[in-house]
């Protein structure tokens, strides 16, 4: 009988953990991140990880270069999956992560397109937003538009590397949808970010990185 979809993903996952820490027991901190070999402590930081494959080998995943945090890059309830803070890449090319959800009472896995970049909904007076943003955090170049108003370029050296938990910001995961009343919208697509004001204009984010304005 053959695996469902669930366990071979957590196959898939045992096999890397076994291959990475040379088959030995592993514990994680939070978020999911697999970050110490044996039965680690404290016991408020680690969780001793149960295997359920004794003998899971030959993972088509692996440890990529990339890292994510616990900012909600790929929505509310998804966090990502880390091997010793570094993401898991779910194919060769590095399109889609390994996640798991933190909405459910099990150890629930998926694996979902790399992250849209960041909405920023930026309110001036009256807490009502009257432009919408799109930031890269990774060099500061952004992309802005009032709701009436044509598409803005430009780049703020201050906002690299920035992200400020408590400003109006939403991080818009795999198809996920953000608008404010008539004024703007926009939505996650596994191709990238597609965002619009109330005069039709604005811009398509594709992933990894580039743009185009309308």
């Known amino acids: 009988m053959g695996l469902t979809r669930h366990a071979r993903l957590l196959w898939n996952l045992e096999a890397l953990l076994h291959q990475t820490f040379d088959g ?3 514990s994680v901190s939070r978020p999911e991140n697999f970050s110490c070999a044996g039965e680690c402590a404290p016991l408020s930081t680690y969780r001793l ?13 692996h440890v990529s270069k990339r890292t994510f945090g ?12 880390l091997v010793r803070g570094r993401a898991v890449a779910c194919d060769a090319r590095e399109t889609r992560f390994l996640i798991s959800f933190r909405s459910t009472a099990s150890f629930t896995l998926d694996c979902l397109p790399r992250p849209s970049p960041r909405l920023s909904a930026m309110s001036a007076g009256g807490g009502s937003p009257t ?3 799109t930031a890269f955090s990774a060099d500061g170049f952004f992309l802005q538009m009032s709701a009436g108003g044509r598409v803005q370029t430009g780049s703020n050296s201050k906002d690299k590397g920035f992200h400020d938990p408590y400003a109006a910001r939403r991080l818009l995961g795999f198809r996920r949808y953000w608008k404010f009343g008539y004024r703007f919208g926009c939505v996650g697509r596994s191709s990238g970010l597609e965002c619009w004001n109330r005069a039709g204009h604005g811009w398509v984010v594709r992933r990894p990185r580039g743009y185009r304005t309308f």
């Open 24 to 26: 030995r027991g592993v």
């Open 49 to 61: 990880y149960r295997f359920t494959f004794a003998r899971a080998i030959g993972s088509s995943f």
């Open 70 to 81: 616990d900012n909600g890059e790929f929505g509310n309830y998804p966090v990502p999956v």
């Open 131 to 133: 432009a919408a943003a």
